[in-house]
C-alpha cells in the first residue's frame, strides 16, 4: 500500500498542529485544533507538542498491543501525561 501525507499550519505564523503518521498495520491522523488565544493553559508544551507527542507514542504503542483501540489510547495519553514533567499544572 502506498500512501501520501500532507498537513500544514492553520496559520502561517504558527506551528503546525497536525499529526499524520502511519505504520503497516495503523494510520494515525489528530488534528491539532488548538485553542483560542488569551485562553490559560497549564501546559508550556503547546498543542503541536501534544499531538506529534501523542501521534508518535500511539503509533508504537499500537505496534506492540494486542490490546482493545480505546484502550491502547488510554495508556498512551496516560504515557504523555507523563511527559509533561514538573513545569506543566495539567490540573488548571
Ligand atoms: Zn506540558
Redesign the pocket.
Known amino acids: 500500500m502506498h500512501l501520501i501525507f500532507a498537513t500544514e499550519p492553520a496559520h502561517a505564523s504558527r506551528p503546525n498542529e497536525d499529526f499524520v503518521g502511519a505504520t503497516p498495520e495503523a494510520v494515525v491522523l489528530l488534528d491539532g485544533a488548538g485553542h483560542p488565544s488569551g485562553m490559560a493553559s497549564g501546559?508550556?508544551?503547546g498543542v503541536a507538542?501534544y499531538s506529534h507527542t501523542l501521534g508518535s507514542t500511539l503509533l508504537a504503542t499500537l505496534g506492540n498491543s494486542s490490546g482493545q483501540f480505546d484502550e491502547v489510547l488510554a495508556e498512551s495519553i496516560k504515557t504523555v501525561s507523563s511527559r509533561?514533567g514538573a513545569i506543566?499544572d495539567l490540573v488548571c
Open positions: 501546559c508550556s508544551h507538542w509533561h506543566c
